[in-house]
């Protein structure tokens, strides 16, 4: 055989050999990341947009609507009526009317009343009547309302928009037009605004206080920078938990903070600084610290020494020379730091839930509700979506804005 034949024959497998141990290297963490964080999006994404309860339960009257959607102008015909009833009744005797009633609620006042109580009254009436449509609404008037049954047809699916407009607090109105909900009924987006005013107030908090830490552990002698980086991951030895409910003895009426404002004179009396904004902002900036500080520190250890002895041999004043020259080549730090604390504050639910009153709740704490609570796993699914949009968001303003391209200098 030609030897440089042979010898492109084991360089080619080399390379293959070499790309097969790097694939095996990675392949538990991308099986990892496959189980653990691609499939769960996308099971919310689909849970979000797949509703399929109400046309399991109510087969004969899901179907129906489904045609009688394309025709909202008309009245709900007696075949509707008929298939309505009988599927109330198999639902009843299959136990499976739970099921329809929390559905419909979902977008009815009293959806789940209409449908618990219609079923008592179909159980003890069995007779056939010839007008099933006057024998719903004498039940109940609410059946001859064109609303109650553009309810059900929305929820036909298999797929709906319903919770992905609810998030957004819109809704579709009897003309099957998007319109928004009213003031009484709007919620979500005024949540998405608290959390990201609150993770925004925490993160800029962290930045501050963080900043000048992540600065004396990074140039600190070392003896002296190991025992502040312990300092600094001495909160991660403790449960969240546990440092959340510490806040709420510290900052109650009766606790250290209030005494010691007290005894210096600053106030006269207790602050309410507990079940309100104040702790809430409070508990999550001392979390969330340690998250800001380490970024930053991994960046200004990398930042020779050198550069500011150069400005300053040049005339440049020290805190010029600290701006034009050492803070430029912090920002890497600086931005991975913020969007860390950001992106967790967006999704925190333990601390605010202890800590912060019924108004201080961030979109984390519904989306916990509407999953163990409700069971109302669309528009948990649909919140979360929200969510993860306004993160997706925050980083391409992050990768638009800092990147990970190099630092100019000046």
């Not at 025992?227 to 003895?249: G, Q």
């Amino acid at each position: 055989m030609d030897p440089q034949k042979a010898l492109l024959r084991d360089l080619k497998r080399a390379e293959r050999r070499r790309r097969l141990i790097a694939f095996a290297l990675v392949a538990p963490l991308f099986l990892f990341l496959l189980v653990f964080f691609v499939l769960p999006i996308g099971d919310m994404l689909r849970r979000s947009l797949v509703d399929t309860e109400l046309s399991e339960v109510w087969p004969r009257t899901t179907a129906l609507t489904k045609v009688w959607v394309w025709d909202r102008v008309s009245e709900p015909t007696p075949e509707m009526y008929r298939a309505l009833a009988e599927d109330i009744r198999q639902s009843a005797q299959e136990r499976t009317i739970a099921v329809a009633a929390r559905r419909l609620n979902y977008a009815l006042d009293n959806g789940r009343s209409l449908v618990m109580n219609t079923a008592r009254e179909l159980r003890r009436q069995t007779d056939e009547p010839a007008d099933w449509r006057a024998r719903l609404i004498e039940i109940d008037p609410a059946w001859g309302d064109r609303k109650t049954w553009i309810a059900i047809s929305q929820a036909a699916g298999p797929f709906t928009d319903y919770y992905l407009l609810t998030a957004l607090d819109l809704e579709r109105n009897e003309k099957d037009k998007i319109v928004r909900r009213p003031p009484e009924r709007s919620l979500y987006l005024q949540v998405l605004g608290r959390t990201l005013l609150i993770s925004a107030t925490v993160t800029v908090l962290a930045l501050i206080l963080g900043f000048p830490v992540a600065y004396l552990v990074a140039n600190a002698p070392k003896r002296i920078a190991g025992l502040l980086m312990i300092l600094v991951l001495l909160p991660f030895w403790t449960s969240l938990l546990v440092r959340s409910a510490a806040w709420i003895v510290l900052l109650q009426d009766q606790g250290l903070v209030n005494d010691m404002l007290q005894a210096l004179g600053i106030t006269s009396g207790p602050v309410r600084l507990i079940f309100n904004r104040t702790g809430v902002i409070v508990a999550m900036t001392h979390v969330l610290l340690p998250f800001m500080i380490l970024p930053m520190v991994a960046t200004m250890k990398a930042i020779p020494p050198t550069y500011m002895r150069a400005a300053l041999s040049l005339g440049a004043h020290p805190a010029i020379a600290f701006i034009r020259v050492y803070l430029p080549q912090t920002l890497p730090g600086v931005g991975a730091g913020v969007l860390l604390v950001f992106i967790m504050a967006l999704g925190y639910y333990v601390t605010p839930a202890l800590v912060g009153g019924a108004d201080d709740q961030m979109l984390a704490h519904f989306i916990a509700f509407y999953t163990t609570s409700s069971a109302n796993w669309g528009l948990a699914a649909a919140l979360g979506v929200l969510l993860l949009t306004a993160t997706a968001i925050l980083y391409m303003v992050y990768a638009k804005l800092v990147g990970i391209g190099q630092v100019k200098l000046g």
